[in-house]
């Protein structure tokens, strides 16, 4: 039997501009919600427009002056390493936060959440003094050259399903680079995000280097992608948000990162190992509830094996362990909010009413918390809505294929194009699909 965890009792709740922890301009607050219990955790302080206008300038002006503009590049890779020993040192207390504000098993957050976060700080720590020009030669006389200047202040949004992680891959890069930062995070999980800022002060950032307001994305993300004074967006979430931010961003022709959804095939052909293709492919879906951008969510398996694959992976999936997320033994936890729960819950209706097999699971978990029996559909068929759509939950959806042009060709077939998977014993066939499937990412 694993142990229960505690999470933490106190929380840092307020906007984080300069070196000032404050209350919101208007005094509003809004409530963060414990997904397993339903019950409020704590009342943060509800930042808009005009919390983010003092946090862009307090931002704008470390850029320009004071101690960060004038730090050498090794020093800011320092305050990264040193943050990153901050949260080494505070792993569990963070991983419990990070549980309660998101739901997620405590097991998760302390093997990835957590450590990946803080390889990620030490990565872009030793980039900073890395990042280098070139001289060009070009015809007469003259020296060329080029250097790689930080852009200035960057806004970042950021999504509830990784949220610790997620403000590591923002803050890392930007901060190697010498930009200054206002981070709006999700209106789900502002905790972590808060807490580890008060450990960046404590490594010893600058004040305005990394600014924090929590708030909602048509408020006080909406202001931050508009303000004249903001040099980029790094964004990232659902894709109908990001057209609205590009759209907004047009009018200030800011700089666009994007980290959209996704659909990602994971294809698993006869020649797999099969341990390893029913091991990957539980993963693949259910991992984080089923809340991930790159979720392995059209699995396609060939014909040939389809039966034997499917008896094995609703196996694995029934032997997932659903409830507390602060026990250790658990492994899937509540999805992150009502919303999120019922938008699940209607794909799942519509799978059903669509014609495809439901297996196992399809309902909610007790009437106490966020949480979804690990659901598994089988002959889905391209054109069905829990083929097409992002439902980031523990919904898998199982399709056959007979051929590998078959697939590629089925693979391709969404406005999609994160990330895909495959198994298969032959390497010729692994390549061919990396290079075929139209997705940034291939396994
Ligand atoms: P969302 O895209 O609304 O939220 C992500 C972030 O964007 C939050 O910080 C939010 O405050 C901000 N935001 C929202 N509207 C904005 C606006 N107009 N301007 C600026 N910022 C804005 O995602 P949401 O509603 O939380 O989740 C809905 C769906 O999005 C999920 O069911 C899932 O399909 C997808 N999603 C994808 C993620 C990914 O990692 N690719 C992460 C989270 C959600
Ligand atoms: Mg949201």
Redesign the pocket.
């Known amino acids: 039997m694993a142990t229960i965890a505690t999470p933490p009792t106190t929380y840092q709740t307020k906007i984080l501009i300069g070196d000032q922890w404050r209350d919101s301009v208007s005094g509003k607050t809004f409530s963060t919600i414990n997904p397993a219990t339903e019950e409020v955790i704590a009342e943060v302080a509800e930042g808009d427009a005009a919390d983010i206008d003092l946090a862009v300038t307090a931002a704008r002006n470390a850029f320009e002056s004071g101690p960060w503009a004038s730090m050498d590049a090794r020093d800011r890779g320092m305050l990264l390493m040193k943050l990153a020993d901050l949260m080494e040192a505070r792993l569990e207390e963070l991983a419990a936060l990070e549980t309660l504000d998101n739901g997620k098993p405590i097991s998760d957050a302390r093997a990835a959440d957590l450590p990946l976060a803080i390889d990620c700080l030490r990565y872009y720590g030793g980039w900073a003094d890395k990042i280098q020009g070139a001289t060009i030669p070009i015809r007469g006389n003259y020296f060329c050259y080029t250097r790689r200047e930080p852009v200035g202040v960057c806004g970042q949004?950021?999504?509830?399903?990784?949220p610790i992680l997620m403000a590591a891959w923002k803050w890392g890069p930007a901060l190697a680079a010498g930009k200054t930062v206002v981070m709006?995070?999700?209106?789900?999980t502002p905790l972590t995000c808060l807490r580890i800022a008060e450990l960046a002060f404590e490594a010893g950032f600058p004040p305005g280097v990394i600014n924090v307001v929590p708030?909602?994305?048509?408020t006080?993300?909406?202001s931050?992608?508009k303000h004249p004074n903001v040099d980029k967006i790094a964004?990232?979430?659902?894709?109908?948000?990001?057209k609205?931010?590009m759209k907004?961003a047009a009018a200030t022709l800011k700089r666009l990162t994007f980290?959209?959804?996704?659909k990602s095939p994971n294809i698993v052909f006869a020649d797999a190992n099969l341990d390893d293709a029913v091991a990957g492919a539980e993963f693949g879906l259910f991992f984080n509830q089923g809340?991930?951008?790159c979720a392995g969510s059209r699995l396609f398996v060939e014909d040939s094996v389809h039966d034997e694959f499917v008896e094995r992976v609703v196996e694995r999936a029934k032997e997932r362990v659903v409830g507390n997320p602060f026990d250790g033994d658990t492994t899937q936890g509540p999805q992150v909010d009502q919303?999120?729960m019922e938008?699940i819950l209607g794909f799942i209706e519509k799978g059903k009413e669509q014609g495809a097999d439901c297996l196992i699971g399809g309902s909610r978990v007790g009437d106490q918390g966020y949480f979804i029996e690990p659901t598994v559909f089988d002959n889905v068929t391209d054109d069905m809505d829990i083929a097409q759509h992002?439902?980031?939950g523990p919904v898998m959806n199982i399709l056959r294929f007979k051929d590998v042009d078959e697939v590629i060709e089925r693979s391709n077939r969404t406005m999609f194009g994160?990330a895909a998977a495959v198994w298969t014993s032959d390497v010729t066939k692994a390549h061919r699909i990396a290079s075929e499937v139209r997705a940034g990412t291939v396994w």
């Not at 949004?157 to 990784?162: D, V």
């Not at 708030?215 to 048509?218: A, H, L, Q, Y």
């Not at 980290?259 to 996704?262: A, M, R, S, V």
């Open positions: 949004i950021i999504p509830w399903n990784f709006e995070p999700d209106e789900q708030g909602f994305g048509p006080a993300g909406a931050l992608v964004f990232t979430g659902e894709h109908h948000t990001g609205i931010i907004d980290e959209l959804g996704g809340q991930c951008c919303a999120q938008k992002e439902i980031f994160l």
